[in-house]
């Protein structure tokens, strides 16, 4: 039958070790020619993003904040797609025209409730946090525990404005800004007591030369202190 006799001849061929990753030799690549010499198809690296992506959210971010150059007068500026795009909103606003008016308006009550929900979630975030924490420091000096570490920030460093409806904090807020603060307060207490020597100094000096030389150096210390105090809450 000729199908045997294909069979035997494809056996008796010389070189014919076909396998697993060892297709025929004469269908094999040759040495230093490519096996796609037309290239990646076009559109290969565009791949569909994966589930986690959300790479349309960076390319709107990428076009929104890119720089472009527009008349301003007589002169030539640079800003944001974004600012951009709102700044001829605003002017179209302006001229009179209703549906600018209207999604202008809607765009800046909307950035003002967003602001307002977190403004009055930082203020209740800061009173509660000042109320527990001096409760806190109240139970450890009653119980006499002193071997606990003060709070970051301190709650006598968080101020609170209910005339102005704000909170600020004054003082350190971690272990780096805590270790600078002790710095400062050791110093402050240290050239507090050095301008009172010399005032003291001064208030018995007979010699005008010399009394000039602690009024400069009364100055100097004063300087100093405003520096330090600068770094320090009120």
Request: no cysteine; charged share 35%; aromatic share 6%.
């Amino acid at each position: 039958m000729s199908s045997d006799k294909d069979k035997r001849a494809l056996v008796a061929r010389p070189g014919y070790d076909v396998g697993y990753g060892k297709p025929p030799k004469d269908t094999r690549f040759k040495a230093g020619q490519s096996g796609n010499p037309k290239g990646r198809p076009r559109g290969a690296k565009n791949k569909r993003p994966g589930m986690h992506e959300e790479r349309m959210k960076d390319l709107i971010l990428d076009e929104a904040y890119r720089d472009i150059t527009i008349r301003e007068g007589h002169r030539s500026v640079t800003i944001p797609m974004a600012q951009a795009v709102m700044r001829s909103l605003a002017v179209n606003a302006a001229k009179g025209q209703h549906r600018s008016q209207r999604l202008f308006s809607e765009l800046l009550a909307s950035v003002e409730s967003s602001r307002k929900i977190l403004h009055d979630q930082w203020l209740d975030t800061a009173i509660t946090y000042k109320v527990e924490w001096e409760k806190e420091l109240r139970r450890r000096e009653q119980l006499g525990i002193t071997d606990l570490p003060d709070p970051l920030p301190h709650p006598d460093h968080v101020k609170i404005d209910m005339v102005e409806g704000t909170a600020r904090v004054v003082g350190p807020a971690t272990k780096e800004e805590k270790a600078e603060y002790d710095w400062f307060v050791e110093r402050r207490e240290m050239f507090e007591d050095e301008l009172q020597h010399l005032q003291d100094l001064r208030a018995e000096a007979k010699d005008k030369r010399l009394i000039s030389q602690i009024d400069e150096d009364i100055g100097q210390v004063r300087r100093i202190l405003q520096i330090v105090d600068a770094k320090l809450p009120d």
